[in-house]
């Protein structure tokens, strides 16, 4: 998958393929396969074509920043964990920390 999805401190282009940009923005992972595992749904490409972006059908899309929420890595303890889509797939939604 994709290391910087969605990072807010990074700006936006940063030499990215326009393929995998418009991934990142509806919160996808990039997959070197051609078919997406459950529950994601093949959404476009990724890297000018040879990868295939993959959004997961089952959280509507909510972001957990849409949520209200923050993205942490595991080590870190949630008070308060919620459901929404992180940019790394071990991170986890907190809304208190």
């Given at each position: 998958s994709c290391s910087i999805a969605g990072n807010p401190t990074l700006p936006a282009g940063l030499g990215l393929p326009k393929d995998t940009l418009r991934c990142l923005g509806y919160h996808g992972f990039c997959f070197r396969s051609k078919s997406c595992p459950e529950p994601f749904a093949a959404f476009g490409t990724?890297?000018?074509?040879?990868?295939?972006?993959?959004?997961?059908?089952?959280?509507?899309?909510?972001?957990?920043?849409?949520?209200?929420?923050?993205?942490?890595?595991?080590?870190?303890?949630?008070?308060?964990?919620?459901?929404?889509?992180?940019?790394?797939?071990?991170?986890?939604?907190?809304?208190?920390?």
């Open positions: 990724c890297s000018w074509h040879q990868k295939t972006c993959c959004i997961d059908t089952t959280s509507n899309f909510h972001t957990c920043q849409d949520e209200g929420g923050h993205c942490v890595p595991p080590e870190i303890k949630c008070l308060q964990e919620q459901v929404g889509l992180c940019p790394h797939r071990e991170w986890k939604c907190c809304t208190e920390l």
